[in-house]
């Protein structure tokens, strides 16, 4: 359960300064399971389209349905990595994953939950650091952290901001291969929505790609590739 529709979606910043609407008049269906990135220039409103799936922000127009219901504010649906969304500083790797686990609404015992932790800690590579706290970990894992906590999630949608911006060229590749085998072996397929300026990243990982327009702020084009991938 996890289609996403948007219809005739428009959305201006309140702030002086911002002429016009950041989105306008995106209409687009995203099937379950789907695969889809956003590229575009900077600026374009790639973000902004990310933070009203999340429901951080609600459209000025139009309306955006999560299979067929629309949305009102965050739901636990929806599993969000920001490029800035770190991880809690005050929790070790394990039990920022534990949180994510406890998002989900089937009742786990303290156990379980301790286990699915280091289980997801296992599968993005970190299975000895699950006491240490953020800050003595590198970048990359960190973001590694904060993707076993997405995919813990027993969420159906996953919403990705340019999660691996500030990891170097050769961990990208890297966490890139792992997303794709996490999303493609989990247990509950999940519709991505993934947002980069990496061309190279989109064409890799997605089913489709969206491409939004710096000038008219609609969709400029739309792009299937997922025939081409193994
Ligand atoms: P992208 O992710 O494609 O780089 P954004 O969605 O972040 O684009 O931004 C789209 C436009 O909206 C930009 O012109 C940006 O300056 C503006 N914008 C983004 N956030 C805000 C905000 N909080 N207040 C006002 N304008 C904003
Ligand atoms: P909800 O009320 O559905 O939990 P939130 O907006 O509080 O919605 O959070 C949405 C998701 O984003 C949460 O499930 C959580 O995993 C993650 N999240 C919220 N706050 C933070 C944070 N400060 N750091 C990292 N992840 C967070």
Redesign the pocket.
């Known amino acids: 359960m996890g289609k996403i529709r948007l219809e005739n979606v428009t959305f201006s910043y309140q702030q002086q300064g911002v002429a016009g609407p950041v989105v306008e008049d995106v209409s687009l269906t995203i099937r379950e399971g789907e695969f889809v990135s956003f590229i575009g220039p900077s600026g374009c409103g790639k973000s902004t389209v990310l933070r009203l799936l999340?429901g951080?922000s609600r459209p000025s127009g139009g309306r955006i349905l999560l299979n067929g219901r629309e949305i009102a504010g965050?739901?636990?649906e929806?599993?969000?990595v920001f490029q800035h969304?770190?991880?809690?500083p005050w929790m070790t790797a394990r039990d920022n994953v534990i949180?994510?686990l406890r998002?989900c609404p089937g009742g786990m015992t303290r156990k379980n939950v301790s286990a699915m932790a280091d289980r997801y800690l296992d599968l993005v590579g970190l299975h000895d650091v699950g006491d240490k706290y953020p800050n003595q970990l590198s970048g990359g894992m960190q973001q590694r952290v904060t993707i076993a906590?997405a995919f813990a999630?027993d969420t159906d949608i996953l919403l990705m901001d340019e999660p691996f911006s500030a990891v170097d060229a050769r961990n990208r590749m890297k966490l890139q291969e792992l997303l794709l085998e996490l999303w493609r072996k989990g247990e509950k397929k999940k519709t991505v929505v993934f947002v980069t300026h990496d061309v190279d990243e989109a064409i890799l990982l997605s089913d489709r790609i969206v491409v939004l327009s710096a000038c008219s702020k609609g969709i400029k084009e739309q792009i299937e590739v997922g025939l081409s991938r193994p």
């Not at 969304?85 to 809690?88: D, I, N, P, S």
């Open positions: 999340s951080l965050t739901g636990h929806r599993g969000v969304y770190a991880l809690f949180f994510g998002q906590r999630m």
